[in-house]
Every structure is written in C-alpha cells, then in structure tokens.
C-alpha cells in the first residue's frame, strides 16, 4: 500500500530506531532514522508533502531490522506520543528536498534529522526541538525559506 505524509498525522511513536553509516560510498556520514506507528506503519521523516512510499517495504523492513534502538531519554520522550503536524522546508515556494520534514508531536517537542553530511563537519543525527527552538528556528530561516505545515 501506497502512502503519504497526511496518513501520519493523528498516529502514535511506538519505537524510534536509527543507522549510522561512518563512511557511505561518496566519502560522508549518512544517518537514517526509522519510527514504528500505532498503526503498525514503519517509515522514515519525509522530505515533501506529496512523497509517497511503499509501506513495509522489504527494503525499509531490511535497514529497520538493522537498525538501533535510541537512548531510553529520547524513548521516553516521544513512546506512545501522537503525531500532530508536519513541518516541511520550501525554498522559494518549492519543497526543499534536500531537508528532511519536522514531525511535532502532541507533547510540544519537535523532531527531525540531518541525515548526511561531510565526515568531521555535519552532526547527523536526530534533533529534538522544544516550542521556543522551534520558533527560533523558523525565525532564523532566510528570505527564501518558508516552512508549511501539511494541518495549514
């Protein structure tokens, strides 16, 4: 079955789960982060409101069963939390496709990733925001920037 960003919206974090790859095949850190959903759902943060994806792909199963567990402290955070919105960054007026979605959660805190970068220079991880980072974020955005949410 097909599916798209709206579908998250109203589920529940049941596990988050990560891969990091040291080195990828073009010389940078790659990192990738997998949430299990209430609805039995495994995906990874969207880049754009329109992406659509394989649900359960044997791929996405694949890198899920080869994937990490996060610290209990972000685990806590967001188990059993509802997905309320979907941040997405546009760059003059088109998905940036480059940035991976902000997923805000029913509890205030706001999730994304930087997901590949060059080695020693890029954090890629995951980044949990609260309220006021979030609003310094959007309000650190260039001229060019806007950020959408998919509840607009």
Known sequence: MKV??????????IEV????IPENEYGLQEFVS????SNGS????????????????????INYADSESVGEELSAMVFNREIRNIHFLYYKNEPDEQEKAIIELENGLF??????GPVGITNVDLQVMNEQQFFDFKQRLGVDFELKSLNA
């Open 111 to 116: 999730i994304t990733e930087k997901n590949v």
């Open 17 to 20: 789960r990560y891969r990091y």
């Open 42 to 61: 495994i995906i990874q943060i969207p880049c754009c409101p329109g992406e659509e994806w394989r649900n359960n792909n044997e791929f996405l199963l």
């Open 4 to 13: 798209t960003p709206h579908v998250l919206i109203g589920q529940k974090v």
């Open 34 to 37: 997998f949430f299990r959903l």
